[in-house]
DNA sequence: ATTAATTAATCAATCGATTAATTAATTTTG
DNA sequence: CAAAATTAATTAATCGATTGATTAATTAAT
């Protein structure tokens, strides 16, 4: 019986999450959601304490699956640019299945309320962006990289490309063409330009840097 | 007293436009825009005829403002390279002003409602976006880009990280080191280290691009 | 005198949350 | 092991608060 609760609580943070991201914290009533996820509305109190819980315990679920996820990268014995290489691999993978998640965040991130959830948001991204900031900094002391690179510029573009092509989607998709909200589109498409592009772009910028004259 | 009552609506949109960057859709309530532009509830539907109204009002500005702008570009004779330098300076210059409708666009544009807004926002944003795409793709027709680059995902990199800069602010104060609302640090610091980072990242993949072998 | 602008009070609707009642599951006990 | 007792889970109905909008009355402008 523990496991079919669980499986349910999963359930109803899984709609709530997609209800979220398509409508947003305030658009997203607990009436919809129970009903979409075919509880009774009170269920979502008793779980997860009120809305806010709920929330909270999307973020929580994410929280608890990346720190999973991100440990042994910085150990290995490669080079830099390998290292970033892996880093952009791994952020454009995860592109589909934290699509959802990646829309709220970005949201919430752009609101001035909910501090507490804010903080949170930003230890969690930090981890992510802050170890990459380091790779770059390891690569321009190291003397493999462009010593005039910016390595907080180089992560808001990184992170900014993929948060660009996913919350401003229907812009993406008219400048690409295709549907980027289709997952077949972004499997076979966005996701190996995405790749391909931010690699290239960092190479040249990063390691071939001949052209700068003074 | 039309410049009275039209300095009066001036008002309300920027209060509202504030308001809405700073809580949301949801989260600025008539109530509180009315009380912050210091006028009665009921004059925000006497002149826009409802919360919605106000809202679309907002992006009428910002389109007619736009239109005003966006035409003497793409005539002059300069390389490529110039043109799209011009565009770095030009979003990168808009920083200040356009920080709270910008937030408004985004947010907007990663929602699956209000798809009237929607179709506006891709309107008045299509034409930014395509207009870069346009100089990329020429420059690569020229000659003079490289012809392996992918336009569209540059103006993702463009336009991405620089709403990341301002969407993600606290994610780019903690990495910055320095509070990226603050209007000082924006102008003296994140301008023009944006522009910097851009025009020598885009300069290296597009022009010095000799370190591809195949 | 007529229209426009402004106000305070109020409307119905929706929101998140809670209640009390009922059913299901679990534990205790004889 | 089975009946009773206790706890957990679930439901429908309802609560107060807040929302956007509207009204009728008042003031200002034409």
Redesign the pocket.
């Known amino acids: ?2 496991e ?2 669980q499986d ?1 609580k999963d359930h109803i943070l899984e709609v709530a999450e997609k209800l979220f991201a398509e409508l947003g914290y ?1 658009g ?5 959601i129970a009903q979409e996820a075919a ?9 997860f ?6 929330y909270f315990a999307i973020f929580q679920k994410h929280v608890s699956e990346q720190k999973l996820r991100l440990q042994n990268l910085n150990n290995e014995e490669i080079s830099s640019f390998e290292k970033l290489e892996k880093c952009i691999d791994n952020y454009a993978d995860k592109m589909m299945s934290n699509c959802a998640f990646q829309k709220i965040i970005y949201r919430e991130m752009s609101l001035s309320q909910r501090s507490d959830i804010n903080k949170k948001i930003i230890s969690l991204i930090s981890q992510n962006a802050l170890e990459v900031k380091k790779i770059i900094s390891e690569g321009i002391n190291n003397g493999s990289f462009n010593p005039e690179a910016d390595s907080d510029m180089l992560v808001a573009s990184l992170f900014g490309t993929k948060s660009y092509l996913i919350n401003a989607a229907e812009m993406s998709s008219l400048l690409i063409g295709e549907d980027v909200t289709d997952p077949d589109v972004i499997e076979k498409t966005v996701k190996p330009r995405l790749k391909n592009h931010m690699k290239k772009m960092f190479s040249a910028y990063l390691i071939n840097h001949n052209g700068n004259k003074k």
Do not use: I, P
Request: charge should be positive; aromatic fraction near 8%.
């Open positions: 019986m523990t079919e609760k349910k305030d997203a009533s607990t009436r919809l509880v009774n509305m009170a269920m979502l109190n008793y779980y304490g009120g809305k806010e819980g709920l």
